[in-house]
Nanobody
Framework: QVRLVESGGGLVQAGGSLRLSCAAS????????MGWYRQAPGKQRDMVAT???????NYADSVKGRFTISRDNAKNTVYLQMNSLKPEDTAVYYC??????????????????WGQGTQVTVSS
């Protein structure tokens, strides 16, 4: 099993910045992709940014140029630096670990995991 713990959410004024962190723990061998998704009230969960174990990144068009995803493989931690925040960025932000390989009592497991989410609110 992998546990993902997010931190860094909060309330910020439009134009401000926040940095989200997500630390993965457990009997982790490797994680293919890590990422951030968000879900606003009444809307579906959408991809914000993802990063591969090799550092390749992908961003939603709405956040390109404002958000930066990064990753520390040694710490199994992913970050999301959010600048120039807009009210429409308000949502619950979820961390994901895709293709996580874990080892437990002689057996390897391969699964995807989600964090519990952290609220980001941007006031106008």
């Amino acid at each position: 099993q992998v546990r993902l713990v997010e931190s860094g959410g909060g309330l910020v004024q439009a134009g401000g910045s926040l940095r989200l962190s997500c630390a993965a723990s457990g009997s982790i061998v490797s994680i293919n992709n890590m990422g951030w998704y968000r879900q606003a009230p009444g809307k579906q969960r959408d991809m914000v940014a993802t990063i591969t174990s090799g550092g390749g990144t992908n961003y939603a068009d709405s956040v390109k140029g404002r958000f930066t995803i990064s990753r520390d493989n040694a710490k199994n931690t992913v970050y999301l630096q959010m600048n120039s925040l807009k009210p429409e960025d308000t949502a619950v932000y979820y961390c994901s670990a895709e293709g996580a390989l874990t080892y437990d009592r002689g057996t390897y497991f391969h699964n995807d995991y989600w964090g519990q989410g952290t609220q980001v609110t941007v006031s106008s």
